[in-house]
């Protein structure tokens, strides 16, 4: 399997970016996927996450509010949308699928090549 994330980029405070996440493969059967990120010098961190179907959504409180996970499974495809962006938020945002544990845990089995996001302030 493999995943493909894109859409990142540079914006300003409080502006919106849109990623998403190309599967070589049915999204319908991966089970949960999720997004991740990870700043320079930090661990990798869950962002959201949504079920095979896309009806339950899970999210960090940090972003809570502000993004929105969502997958297309007719166009195998994931998507986080991003609003309301932040300083803070500036990383590398990494898709991924078929957690091994938790949702939020990353375990996942796929993962995609990061997408950078900067944030200017």
């Known amino acids: 399997v493999q995943l493909q994330a894109f859409g990142g980029g540079l914006v300003q405070a409080e502006g919106s970016l849109r990623l998403s996440c190309a599967a070589s493969?049915?999204?319908?059967?991966?089970?949960?996927m999720g997004w991740f990120r990870q700043a320079p010098g930090k661990e990798r961190e869950f962002v959201a996450a949504?079920?095979?179907?896309?009806?339950?959504?899970y999210y960090a409180d940090s972003v809570k509010g502000r993004f929105t996970i969502s997958r297309d499974n007719a166009k195998n495809t994931l998507y986080l949308q991003m609003n309301n962006l932040k300083p803070e938020d500036t990383a590398n945002y990494y898709c991924?699928?078929?957690?091994?544990?938790?949702?939020?845990?990353?375990?996942?089995?796929?993962w995609g090549q990061g997408t950078l996001v900067t944030v200017s302030s």
């Open positions: 493969q049915r999204t319908s059967s991966l089970g949960v």
């Open positions: 949504t079920t095979w179907n896309g009806r339950a959504t």
């Open positions: 991924a699928a078929n957690p091994t544990r938790n949702y939020n845990d990353a375990t996942y089995r796929y």
